[in-house]
């Protein structure tokens, strides 16, 4: 546009608005100073995610949606206040590897309704928020317009963490055809799994998937590097991708400043994945004690799980079908967790829960079945300060950046909740969330209160 033009068009503009403002009848005057929304949360023991040790009472003031100061005088002049009777104050759990969008198990995903499944993702996020966890690091499905309605306040749930679409070679653990169906790429035609998923073979295929998801709105990128439980034709032992379609992904991410996050169980598919430069491994159940000091040594993350959900699937004995897969993924926890704790390894907290509004609150059994292998502060830390640590990664891509998360601190967003009885010393209580968290607040609005 030269420049003249372009005067007239803003000229056009302006005036375009001062019409509206005129038709209106009530012409603004000088804009005000936006109101400030005070909270006071009195008398807290904070957790600011120090090992143990908790502060002494203290009063803590939200402005907005931020921590102001964890020293507030006992009142503030035109502060909501509530009185949190001596108990402690914990940040937001957050979720490491969630799956919002996959609300039916991955067999029936191409047999239900978008609408359906639309309904059920927000009542999933409804679930999540409501057992006191405010992040959701969501990690394969298209979970972009939940996290949009979220934060426009529409329905309530955690903030979200999209990665779009699952990027998965033809047989990977992403290809959830049944067995005859025709390929989308080769005369099949797109199905409504193709809204979950991007089947991609070659870096060239790969790049536009990754492309694409970035396009939808994924704020990280999760690829299929190896065999899965829920998928039918891939065994947990198979290697998916090779290192230069996975280095065509990561380098692709890198362009947006962000990453790619792999589902990987075995040694196999690890190294191949740190060879291409992955960042964030996903389970990694079946590694050894030395690939996982590769992790560490490359500075790369272990994002993991200890399977509560997936348990239940497991009958004794049983070796074929998913039932199987999952009782073979499930022989490496032990070592993978304390193998893990013993090196000094961050294990990230999350559940791969998805598929039923059950599973969704089976989530909170995350807490107890760590206590196997961690303390309680150990936990407590990797669902919150340690887990924020791997949503940093998205870098610009980051949709939060006022403020830390996963942390009660001056600036930090007003993600935080208010329990009954002491965490550090059992943090399985919050599976009891209904009875033992007594105050949820996420984005400085208190979404439960029953002080
Ligand atoms: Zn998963």
Same mark, same amino acid.
């Given at each position: 546009?030269?420049?003249y033009i372009?005067r007239i068009f803003?000229?056009?503009?302006?005036l375009s608005?001062?019409?509206?403002?005129?038709?209106?009848g009530?012409?603004q005057?000088a804009?005000?100073q936006?109101?400030?929304?005070?909270t006071l949360?009195?008398?807290?023991?904070?957790w600011?995610?120090n090992?143990?040790?908790?502060?002494?009472p203290?009063?803590v003031?939200?402005?907005n949606?931020? !921590?102001?100061?964890?020293n507030?005088?006992d009142?503030i *002049?035109?502060?909501d206040v @509530?009185?949190? /009777?001596g %108990? &402690?104050?914990?940040?937001?759990?957050?979720?490491?590897?969630?799956?919002?969008?996959?609300?039916a198990p991955?067999?029936?995903?191409?047999d239900?309704?978008?609408?359906?499944?639309?309904?059920?993702s927000?009542?999933a996020?409804?679930?999540?928020?409501?057992?006191?966890w405010?992040?959701?690091?969501? !990690?394969?499905?298209p979970?972009?317009?939940?996290?949009? *309605?979220i934060d426009?306040? @529409?329905?309530? /749930?955690p %903030? &979200?963490?999209?990665?779009?679409?699952?990027?998965?070679q033809t047989?990977?653990?992403g290809d959830?055809?049944?067995?005859?169906?025709?390929?989308?790429?080769?005369?099949?035609?797109?199905?409504?799994?193709?809204?979950?998923?991007?089947?991609?073979d070659?870096?060239?295929?790969v790049?536009?998937?990754?492309?694409?998801?970035?396009r939808?709105?994924?704020?990280q990128?999760?690829?299929?590097?190896?065999?899965?439980?829920s998928?039918?034709?891939d065994?947990i032992d198979?290697?998916?991708?090779?290192?230069?379609?996975m280095?065509?992904?990561?380098e692709?991410?890198?362009d947006?400043q962000?990453?790619v996050?792999v589902?990987?169980y075995?040694d196999?598919?690890v190294?191949?994945?740190?060879?291409?430069?992955v960042?964030?491994?996903?389970h990694?159940?079946?590694?050894?004690?030395?690939?996982?000091?590769?992790?560490?040594k490359e500075?790369a993350?272990?994002?993991?799980?200890?399977?509560g959900?997936?348990?239940q699937f497991?009958?004794?004995g049983?070796t074929g079908?998913?039932g199987?897969k999952?009782?073979?993924?499930?022989?490496?926890?032990?070592t993978?967790?304390?193998?893990?704790?013993?090196i000094?390894?961050?294990?990230?907290?999350?559940?791969?829960?998805?598929?039923?509004?059950r599973?969704y609150?089976?989530?909170?059994?995350?807490f107890?079945?760590?206590?196997?292998?961690f303390?309680?502060?150990?936990i407590?830390?990797?669902a919150?300060?340690?887990?924020?640590?791997l949503?940093k990664?998205?870098?610009?891509?980051?949709p939060?950046?006022?403020g830390?998360?996963?942390?009660?601190?001056?600036?930090?967003?007003?993600?935080?909740?208010?329990?009954?009885?002491?965490?550090l010393?059992d943090?399985a209580?919050l599976e009891?969330?209904?009875n033992?968290?007594?105050l949820?607040m996420?984005?400085?609005?208190?979404?439960?209160n029953?002080?």
């Open positions: 546009m030269n420049t372009y803003l000229a056009a503009l302006l608005f001062g019409i509206t403002a005129n038709a209106g009530h012409r005057a804009a005000k936006p109101e400030i929304k005070r949360i009195r008398n807290v023991r904070v600011e995610g090992g143990n040790k908790l502060t002494a203290r009063n003031l939200i402005e949606n931020l !921590i102001k100061t964890l507030a005088a009142s *002049a035109g502060a @509530i009185d949190g /009777g %108990r &402690i104050m914990i940040p937001g759990i957050i979720e490491a590897h969630g799956h919002l969008a996959l609300s991955p067999a029936e995903l191409g239900t309704d978008l609408g359906y499944m639309g309904a059920v927000v009542k996020a409804e679930i999540y928020l409501m057992r006191g405010t992040t959701v690091r969501d !990690i394969g499905g979970s972009q317009g939940l996290a949009k *309605a426009e306040g @529409i329905v309530p /749930g %903030r &979200i963490y999209p990665s779009a679409m699952i990027i998965s047989s990977g653990h959830l055809r049944r067995l005859n169906d025709p390929h989308p790429n080769m005369g099949g035609g797109a199905t409504l799994m193709d809204r979950f998923k991007l089947l991609a070659g870096p060239a295929e790049r536009r998937a990754v492309r694409e998801s970035l939808l709105g994924a704020v990128i999760k690829v299929m590097a190896g065999g899965g439980i998928s039918e034709y065994p198979t290697v998916q991708y090779s290192v230069e379609e280095r065509a992904a990561v692709a991410a890198a947006w962000t990453y996050a589902h990987a075995t196999e598919a190294n191949r994945a740190l060879d291409a430069g960042k964030v491994i996903e990694g159940h079946l590694l050894s004690p030395k690939t996982l000091k590769r992790i560490q500075g993350y272990l994002s993991s799980q200890s399977f959900f997936i348990r497991i009958q004794p049983q079908g998913q199987g999952a009782a073979e993924v499930m022989t490496g926890v032990d993978l967790m304390e193998t893990a704790r013993d000094g390894l961050p294990v990230a907290f999350g559940t791969d829960t998805f598929g039923t509004l599973a609150r089976i989530g909170q059994t995350e107890g079945f760590r206590k196997r292998w303390d309680s502060a150990e407590l830390t990797q919150t300060r340690h887990n924020a640590e949503l990664l998205t870098g610009p891509r980051n939060y950046q006022d830390p998360l996963g942390v009660i601190a001056e600036g930090a967003y007003a993600d935080l909740l208010l329990v009954d009885g002491n965490p010393e943090v209580l009891d969330y209904e033992n968290i007594r949820i996420k984005d400085g609005t208190v979404y439960k029953t002080l």
